[in-house]
């Protein structure tokens, strides 16, 4: 991807977002989910498919492109917003592309592109989430032989699009005494039998994301919906992690360097003792060190995603991006609310939702001292 069709791509999703996402998803919030008429603009627009074969509607493009999409979402100052779209494009939509048979991938990526069909991965458990191989959830054969349908038992938590998604890539052990070599992927439609959403979860924030638990009871599923290899499914979900990591670390850069220019703003404004708070040097430096950082974590994202883009091996480098910019945006917006005073405690403040969005960012997607562990292990 060159240049110039970078800067396209940034300032035509800049303009949709700041059009259709920052005048309207404060509503959004209220209801807890993105309306699936801006998923399907977005669909229109070719926002869903960056990353995808141009055969089937998408751009064709690599893992910068991801980083881009995810820092103007993040932009956007709403992270429920963002992650509905990013878990879409970026975490569940890539096991069919990754993994997916020909007539899997004919069936379902055209109308996942064009935004007709909104996805979600389903592999957190009440006792599982990073530990990918602690999960509970079965899958055996109604009949014996390669050809007999599968039925689930288990249920799944914090899952991002839960309730509203029309089709679930579901982790299952499949052999409970194979370890990570008996975990296998399946693809369950909205409405198969024994398939029930359990509850919307109530969070903190990230409140116009649509997050419940699934329930698979007895939920038949068709041979033909097992997504790839049996037993093939740990290494799925291993592999999409570095992609759903990037998403992650790009989205927190943009909410950070967003967060700075909103209190940059305020600062040049607020007055006390006499002189706008931006003369204070004090606050003018911690400014200047939180926008340096941001900037470093930023090019941090890029190269990992570059890396990724060739083909390399960057385990460690995406882990990195992941535990640094998480764990950065916090530090920004703690001190852009600190800087707003009272104004940034109020719930209308912009700054408010932010810092209470912020804080998810260190666990979901691989909790920092999991992501810290992987740098470690490559030292």
Known sequence: MDQETFQLLRESIRRFVEREVVTKAQAWELQGFVPREVLREMGRLGFLGLRYPEEFGGGALDARATALLAEEL???????????????????????????????????????????????????????????????????????????DWVLNGSKMFITNGAL????????????????????????????????????????????????????????????????????????????????????????MGEAARALELTLEYVRTRKAFGATLWDKQAIRQRLSMLAAKVEAGRQLVLHAASLDAQGGDCVKEVSMAKAYCAELLNDVVYDCLQFHGGFGYLKESTIERMYRDARVQPIGGGATEVMLEEVAKRL
Request: hydrophobic share 40%; charged share 20%.
């Open 165 to 252: 998604a029309d089709l679930y890539f579901v982790a299952a052990k499949t052999d409970p005494a194979a370890g990570s070599k008996g975990i296998s992927m399946f693809m369950v439609e909205k409405g198969m039998p024994g398939f029930s959403v359990g509850r919307k979860l109530d969070k903190m924030g990230w409140r116009s994301s649509d997050t419940a638990e699934l329930v698979f009871d007895d939920c038949r599923v068709p041979a033909a919906n097992l997504l790839g290899e049996e037993g093939k499914g740990f290494y799925a979900v291993m592999k999409n992690f570095q992609n759903e990591r990037i998403a992650i670390a790009a989205m927190t």
């Open 74 to 148: 993040g932009r956007s100052t709403f992270g429920g917003f963002a992650i509905t779209v990013l878990v879409h494009t970026d975490m569940a939509t890539p096991h069919l592309v990754n993994a997916g048979s020909s007539e899997q991938i004919q069936r379902y990526l055209p109308r996942l592109v064009s935004g007709e069909l909104i996805s979600a991965v389903a592999i957190t458990e009440p006792d599982a989430g990073s530990d990918v191989k602690a999960i509970r959830t079965s899958a055996r054969r109604v009949s014996p032989g390669p050809g007999g």
